[in-house]
């Protein structure tokens, strides 16, 4: 039998928030609709300097709409979604994860799941957290903050099982 190992966490609304944002922001379309609201910005704001006049109501509404965008999608949404999930104590318990060449095994006192790693698209490591992507749905994921590791050696076990049953995208 292959190596496994046991992890314990309990995540938080911070967490969710953080995390949120951590997953829009790799997402390609996101990457695609910031360039796509810069250009216009560029456009507008150049289009208000250029003209030489005061910038009508509708020009400041296209001149502020990108930022404002960019607020909600990193701050607002995110933090937004994070409160709703910390109302929901299935979210906000203490989980185990039991990581094997198997998958990985979610389990609280709600009930257990099971991933398959051939279900798993890819592994995003950020600052404080590992993102696990879906790929049937590419808006589904798990993370696993890294104070869930009790030591170094752990950790790299779980990279190891990581590297061995997802495929390097």
Same mark, same amino acid.
């Given at each position: 039998?292959?190596?496994?190992?046991?992890?314990?966490?309990?995540?938080?609304?911070?967490?969710?928030?953080?995390?949120?944002?951590?997953?829009?922001?790799? #997402?390609?379309?996101?990457?695609?609709? %910031? @360039?796509?609201? /810069?250009?216009?910005?560029?456009?507008?704001?150049? $289009?208000?300097? &250029?003209?030489?006049?005061?910038?009508?109501?509708?020009?400041?509404?296209?001149?502020?709409?990108?930022?404002?965008?960019?607020?909600?999608?990193?701050?607002?949404?995110?933090?937004?979604?994070?409160? #709703?999930?910390?109302?929901?104590?299935? %979210? @906000?318990?203490? /989980?185990?994860?039991?990581?094997?060449?198997?998958? $990985?095994?979610? &389990?609280?006192?709600?009930?257990?799941?099971?991933?398959?790693?051939?279900?798993?698209?890819?592994?995003?490591?950020?600052?404080?957290?590992?993102?696990?992507?879906?790929?049937?749905?590419?808006?589904?994921?798990?993370?696993?903050?890294?104070?869930?590791?009790?030591?170094?050696?752990?950790?790299?076990?779980?990279?190891?099982?990581?590297?061995?049953?997802?495929?390097?995208?």
């Amino acid at each position: 039998m292959g190596k496994s190992i046991s992890l314990r966490y309990t995540p938080t609304q911070k967490d969710y928030a953080a995390v949120l944002r951590l997953f829009f922001w790799q #997402r390609t379309g996101t990457k695609v609709s %910031l @360039v796509l609201l /810069a250009v216009a910005f560029g456009l507008v704001f150049f $289009v208000i300097v &250029s003209k030489g006049a005061p910038p009508t109501i509708f020009e400041l509404l296209w001149l502020f709409l990108p930022p404002l965008f960019v607020i909600y999608v990193f701050f607002i949404q995110p933090s937004s979604l994070a409160r #709703r999930v910390s109302r929901n104590e299935q %979210l @906000v318990t203490e /989980a185990t994860w039991e990581v094997s060449d198997t998958g $990985v095994q979610i &389990s609280s006192r709600f009930g257990s799941t099971l991933i398959e790693w051939h279900t798993l698209k890819k592994m995003v490591t950020t600052k404080d957290y590992y993102l696990l992507l879906s790929k049937t749905n590419k808006n589904a994921f798990r993370f696993l903050p890294f104070r869930a590791f009790t030591s170094p050696q752990e950790q790299d076990m779980f990279l190891e099982l990581v590297a061995k049953n997802i495929p390097a995208v």
